[in-house]
């Protein structure tokens, strides 16, 4: 739907609806998972294992919001652990060789925006498929990285920084605060701006957002751009707890990102997604893994858990779109 001037494209009202359902539905699944392992482990609902639980989740649900950005405007990105893991080592290099950490979060920054630049630029005017440039990307942002440090881990990153990251304020990790701040201002780009009402447009229909005047090139390079800012900024919050950057981090966080989009009602045909959903997408695997930790389940269980959730997801999204 547009407005009279066929300028700034809208979303209707029942798809508005549609995605406050689907974000209740999201939040009710969350607190099934939260009760049942409360029930089952007497250190699951506790004040510090939940916290516990937030902060691990933030690195997640931090790419996961830029990732949602990326799949509402109809495309994908593969790319950001390895954007993740380039962007580290050199702002970790920076940082060991003296550089001011203000200057260096900056340059790490900075690199994912490149990153996202270069996967943005050949999606938008060289016309290939998302899929085939962030898979392309996957590989040679890591092989930058490896090449970059020789395979070998960074180590020595600043006292400053690190009592940074793991500072905490009114007893809330810095990590969660960063989230919240970042899941509020893409909640006001995607509500409130035009530049949300593009992405959606978009991703529901690229042809007639085209028609209306839709900056479609200009959009879907701006989305990547922001993903790739958002997958350094999750792995500067890394470095910081770990205390070094390795060229090998970030292995399969784009499936973290893309499971957490797609439990947070996000389409992977386009057009449709919720930055809270995302965010309690992200809540909900952290407490699964969480709980099925405390249970001593191993390790590829919960990876059978977690791809479990995510068919259920998209089975509720082809439902929902059939409706």
Known sequence: MMTQDNTRPIAPAA???KFNLRDAGTVIGLLIIVATFSFLSPVFFTVPNLLNILQQSSINAII???MTLVIISGGIDLSV???????AVLGATLMVSGVPVPLAIMATLGVGALCGVFSGTLVAYAGLQPFIVTLGGLSLFRALALIFTGGNPIFGIPLEFRMLINSSLLGIPTP???????????WVLMNKTPLGEYILAVGGNEEAARVAGVPVRKTKVTVFIISGVLASLASLILIGRLG???????????????AAAAIG?????GGKGSIIGTIVGAIILGALRNGLTLLN??????????????IIAMLIDRATRGK
Request: no cysteine.
């Open 176 to 186: 969660i605060i960063i989230v919240l701040v970042i899941a509020t201002l893409l």
């Open 244 to 258: 070094a950057a390795e060229p090998t981090m970030g292995n399969l966080w784009e499936l973290d990102a893309i």
């Open 265 to 269: 009602g996000a389409s992977l045909m």
């Open 297 to 310: 389940i191993q390790a590829f269980y919960q990876l059978l858990a977690t791809g479990v959730i995510i």
């Open 81 to 87: 652990g390895p954007t993740a893991a380039l962007s």
């Open 64 to 66: 996961a919001l830029g």
């Open 15 to 17: 798809t508005l609806l």
